[in-house]
């Protein structure tokens, strides 16, 4: 299983993780994830870019510690 894992992986690597905003860029999405993708709240009117902000967020300090659910 893992030799069939590991050539599998050499045909289709891992796409390289990145953050942004959720149900975007979904082939073919239907009208129903089309909707959840539109933002609920006028973005301009936000002291700051919600979407640069998203893309910082591996940046940000993270102590596991301190969140007790963690792998719960």
Do not use: C
Not at 26 to 31: F, V
């Amino acid at each position: 299983m893992k030799l069939r894992h590991e050539l599998w992986k050499k045909g289709y690597p891992d796409s390289k993780e990145v953050h942004g905003i959720p149900w975007t860029g979904i082939e073919n999405a239907s009208p129903e994830v089309q909707a959840l993708a539109e933002s609920k709240l006028d973005l301009e009117s936000l002291p700051f870019d919600p979407l640069e902000y998203v893309e910082h967020l591996d940046q940000l300090p993270f102590d596991p510690n301190m969140d007790p659910d963690l792998g719960k």
